[in-house]
């Protein structure tokens, strides 16, 4: 069983699985996956007949991501997966149903840096689409973690990370006009570091 599951879904992010469980992109055909990686959010969706796109700024992970598709049966999407940072990506306004955002936005260097690579994503999704963003945060462990400037952390777990809290995330809700279709969701990993789910439609 076990097989089976990660045949069929890979080393998915959780809370990912959750929505499709739910079958919140049900309707979904073109999808992005900004800071794809080797692909580990991706199994499901190349093997299910969705329009399945990805960019990363390392080569190699797009590399990786290529020769997955082409496991998977998928040599014809290899020029869907693009060296590219998430803030100038190769792909005009409205284009997705979905835009995948795990573990990436965390790395911004610095405020405009995150604004940038949201504002990308945003741009990319078409009205009605969904965003989906797993990323660090300060919830719960507000007074661990240790301002390093430009809205940098220190945080227990020795890494350095873009934190955001609930107050910064409603404010970018607002500010794209986007429906928070989900609660916010935090997960604290024994007090050294949060990741939380952010997912939202476009109005």
């Known amino acids: 069983m076990q097989n089976q599951l990660h045949q069929a ?6 809370y990912l699985f959750d929505q499709l469980l739910k079958g919140t992109y049900s309707h979904c055909h073109k999808v992005l996956d900004a800071g794809c990686g080797g ?3 991706l199994v499901y969706f190349l093997q299910n007949g969705f329009d399945v796109h990805g960019i990363d700024p390392n080569p190699k992970a797009i ?4 020769e997955l598709a082409a ?3 998928k040599d014809s999407t290899a020029n869907n997966f693009q ?3 998430a803030e100038d990506m190769p792909f ?3 284009s997705f149903d979905l835009v995948i955002s795990s573990a990436v936005l965390h790395f911004a260097h610095n405020e405009q840096h995150f604004e940038a690579m949201l504002d990308e994503m945003w741009r990319v999704l078409k009205p009605g689409g969904y965003f989906f963003a797993r990323l660090a945060s300060d919830i719960g462990i507000e007074s661990l973690v240790k301002p390093l400037g430009n809205n940098r952390f220190l945080l227990p777990d020795g890494s350095e990370r ?3 809290n609930e107050q910064a995330l409603f404010h970018h809700t607002q500010k794209r006009n986007a429906y928070l279709h989900e609660p916010i969701k935090t997960t604290n990993v024994q007090n050294l570091r ?6 939202l439609q476009k109005q």
């Not at 590399?63 to 290529?66: E, I, K, L, N, S």
Request: glycine residues 10%; contains cysteine; hydrophobic residues 40%.
């Open 9 to 14: 879904f890979g080393n998915i992010d959780i």
């Open 39 to 41: 692909g580990r959010n």
């Open 63 to 66: 590399t990786a991501v290529r």
């Open 71 to 73: 496991i998977l049966g």
């Open 83 to 85: 060296v590219a940072p």
């Open 92 to 94: 005009e306004d409205d």
């Open 162 to 164: 873009y934190l955001v």
């Open 194 to 199: 949060c990741m939380t789910t952010w997912c």
